[in-house]
């Protein structure tokens, strides 16, 4: 499941490729997790914040096609949990570029009618940060073109956590009902909700797995990965993984059906 189409559209022009895709057929909802920073800088022989920093430009051109494509909802891995793990100097220089990007940024995202939320155990940033992620959350709530969540402080299996503690918190109050519990109330509990389930995740960089990001959603989810590394991750690529998600066959544990290859 780790192809990439990228061989058979290398003639193909950005427009010839966008003409490939069937409206109908998009995905409504794109996950990805942004790998490869590091490495794309230290190939240039620059710090690996500069590789984050260029990271940053490929979320911009995701946006803008998700905008273009009416693509309603992308949601990208900026922090993961483990990532607290990395030197300290990396991580005072990521959240400045969060902070940089949230504060600079903010009034194109508004413009664009975006609505930006951050997922993940947020509490854990540095205020700075924090006052960002809720500034931007609250100027943009009423957007609706296209809702940008970022994973920040996230883990799939903390997310898990913190939905059955809330549930359990819920059904000794009364508000919720033990014998009533379901997927469909498991999934009311996750920080993603309303969000539909992801169609697509595309990991970048070559790596194969899904690193503890969006666990349950992830379930019927496409994978998509790509030895380009993120920085790299332009428009180019992400159309050539739209058309790779149209041409697979989506069945959901059904049998083969009519879904155009
Ligand atoms: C993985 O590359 C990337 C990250 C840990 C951070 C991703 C963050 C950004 C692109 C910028 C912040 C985003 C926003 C929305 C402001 P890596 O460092 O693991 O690369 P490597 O695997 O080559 O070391």
Redesign the pocket.
Known sequence: MSHHPASNFDHLSEGELTAKLEPELLPKHVAVI???????AELRGLP?IA??RE??NS?REMITLCLELGIRALT?Y??SQE?WNRPTQEISA?ME??EH?LSTERASLIEQNVCFRAIGRHELLPPSAQHWVRTTEKETAHLDKLSLT?ALSYGGRAEIVDAVKTMMEDVQTGTLQQGLIDETTIRQYLYTHPLPDPDLLIRT?GETRISNFLLWQLAYTELCFTPTL?PDFRRREFLLALIEYQRRERRFGRVPSTVPS
């Open positions: 942004m790998d490869g920073n590091g490495r794309w690996r590789g984050h990271g940053i979320v990208i900026a922090f990532n990521l570029l969060l990007y970022v960089s993120w």
